[in-house]
């Protein structure tokens, strides 16, 4: 009988370590405080863009890059954006990089 009940104890722990750790997201992701919101990762684009992302307010500069270019200040914290004139750009692959703080983001997008 104490062998049955230790078996079910052990069932309900296990339930609900697996519940937590594969159902309930809020305990186990934690929040995205660096966003790039356009353009998407591999879009295709061509002439002047604004860049655009969000971020959090613990933040005090967001900076970005193309490639290995130098890193420059963006506009805004929350809702950050800058222009990238694609033009002077190769029609190629390229890489925006997004920083704040110790975070950094990546996206590719393809100049058409």
Not at 7 to 25: D, E, K, P
Not at 69 to 90: C, H, M, Q, R, Y
Request: glycine fraction near 4%; charge should be neutral; charged fraction near 25%.
């Amino acid at each position: 009988m104490a062998l049955r009940n230790y078996l079910i104890i052990i069932i309900i722990i296990l339930a609900l370590v697996y519940y937590f750790f594969f159902f309930n997201t809020k305990v186990a992701l934690p929040l995205d405080d660096l966003k790039i919101t356009y353009p998407s990762d591999l879009q295709e684009v061509s002439g002047i863009i604004t860049v655009r992302g969000e971020a959090s307010d613990k933040y005090d500069k967001i900076y970005y890059r193309i490639d290995l270019d130098d890193w420059k200040e963006a506009n805004g914290i929350s809702k950050w954006s800058f222009i990238l004139d694609t033009t002077k750009l190769s029609k190629d692959l390229h890489v925006i990089y997004i920083k704040a703080g110790e975070k950094t983001k990546a996206l590719r997008i393809i100049i058409d």
